[in-house]
């Protein structure tokens, strides 16, 4: 099994850019370019798979050799799709929609070993209940800029933990990357993570 020490990440994300690095990885940020944008015909998980397979797919036909790591989040309510607000209005409209109630949070995920072109894809899917929310509370939330790259209009590791009453399933799975997940791909295909170093130790 070979160690690795370097991912492509095809997303602008920083926090999944944080979430590998604590793996121990260098982490290259290689954007993709990719229309995250609705598709008609495609539900809410189907869309995620799909964002995340071309987000993938559009890393790898420009850098070969390299292990890519993809994902994409999309929040579920009533069978709909919410993915990131256009701007604050269209968020606001979304915390209202979610307030008190459950959604489901899909981020699937595309792992491209680029020396081998072997590929492992797969989607995790958790379940959240938000708190009732106050017009008072969704307006502080919008103007702290906080839901505006976002899935849903909010975040979990931020200020938007406040809106969560409670989540059953994986929490990185709502953060934006099933880590689980991603690291079992990368021994499917092969590799290990590099060993962390304690100072100290």
Do not use: C
Request: no cysteine; aromatic share 4%; proline share 5%.
């Amino acid at each position: 099994m070979r160690e690795l020490h370097e991912v492509l990440l095809a997303s602008v994300s920083p926090r999944r850019r944080e979430l590998l690095s604590s793996l121990g990885l260098r982490v290259v940020v290689v954007p993709s370019d990719v229309d995250e944008g609705d598709r008609p015909g495609y539900g809410p998980l189907e869309l995620a798979k799909l964002h995340a397979a071309a987000k993938a797919d559009a890393v790898a036909r420009r850098e070969r050799g390299h292990v890519i790591v993809a994902a994409d989040t999309v929040v579920e309510l009533d069978g709909l799709s919410l993915g990131k607000p256009r701007d604050r209005a269209e968020a606001a409209s979304m915390l209202r929609a979610l307030a008190g109630r459950e959604h489901l949070v899909h981020t699937a995920w595309t792992v491209v070993d680029g020396p081998g072109q072997a590929r492992r894809d797969g989607v995790s899917s958790t379940l959240v209940r938000f708190n009732p929310l106050s017009a008072e509370e969704i307006e502080s939330y919008v103007a702290s800029g906080e839901p505006m790259d976002k899935a849903g209009a909010y975040g979990i590791q931020g200020r938007g933990a406040t809106l969560v009453e409670r989540i059953d399933g994986d929490f990185y799975t709502v953060m934006g990357l099933p880590l689980g997940r991603v690291v079992g791909a990368f021994r499917e295909l092969g590799y290990r993570l590099p060993e962390i170093v304690t100072p100290g130790a």
